[in-house]
């Protein structure tokens, strides 16, 4: 994004690739709730774009702004309640998965043996909570490498909301679509909360070898999990060794 005039910094190409990715999806998407917030959501970008190939010889046009979609969570409804799970235990070898992320690469669980990575799981895109947590590690990501970690967001939402939202929000770690079988990931690590069609809060550190080695649902969807906390479960970790 251009500091100065708020202009998102895409070229055309790009999104030229996004709404035809969008256009073959859309029609595969349930009706319900998500498929219109989804709808609408293409539809403020769309104009957003129009309005600002516009250029400046057009003032007068009105709008969304790039920071409009931005703050879209600052106006969203609230995301309560209480933790219905228990997640798996610590000591417990973690299941692997194979999911694709924002630009449809698969990525595996097992690609990161060797390393450390955090599992974060959160409910939905573009929600209040979420847009803070995620916005937290991102700017913390320097203190997560220096203890040797990853870390990978995991929700039910489509691949094209990922990307958007990555995109609009500046998250450059992997965030992965847990989206078909919907929630099937969540629910081979204990947090997939039926009712409401997603997953709990939950933070899973997962070692060298595939083992959990701490792992957390917070207590109440709201609640964003304590970073020091998640440092301090990395620290209690051995020191990686050198390269």
């Known amino acids: 994004m251009d500091s100065h005039t708020g202009q998102l910094n895409v070229r055309p190409s790009r999104i030229e690739q996004l709404e035809a990715d969008f256009a073959a999806l859309a029609p595969k998407l349930p009706d319900g709730a998500e498929r219109k917030a989804l709808s609408l959501l293409h539809g403020m970008v769309q104009e957003l774009w129009r309005v600002q190939t516009l250029g400046s010889g057009n003032q007068s046009r009105s709008g969304p702004t790039i920071e409009d979609i931005v703050d879209l969570h600052e106006h969203a409804p609230a995301m309560e309640g209480d933790a219905r799970n228990t997640p798996l235990a610590v000591g417990e070898q973690a299941p692997d998965f194979a999911l694709p992320d924002a630009n449809g690469r698969i990525v595996r669980l097992s690609d990161y043996r060797g390393r450390r990575v955090v599992l974060a799981f959160y409910p939905l895109d573009w929600s209040p909570g979420c847009s803070r947590q995620l916005d937290l590690y991102q700017h913390e990501l320097d203190e997560f490498g220096k203890r040797g970690a990853d870390v990978v967001g995991i929700s039910v939402d489509s691949l094209y909301s990922h990307g958007a939202w990555a995109a609009v929000r500046g998250l450059t770690f992997p965030l992965l679509a847990d989206f078909n079988p ?56 051995a020191t990686p060794k050198a390269a």
């Open 182 to 237: 919907k929630g099937d990931v969540a629910r081979r690590y204990k947090v997939w909360r039926e009712a409401e069609g997603f997953s709990e809060r939950a933070l899973y550190v997962v070692d060298e070898n595939g083992v959990i080695r701490h792992s957390q649902v917070s207590p109440k969807l709201q609640h964003v999990p304590d970073i020091y906390e998640l440092f301090e479960a990395l620290d209690r970790l």
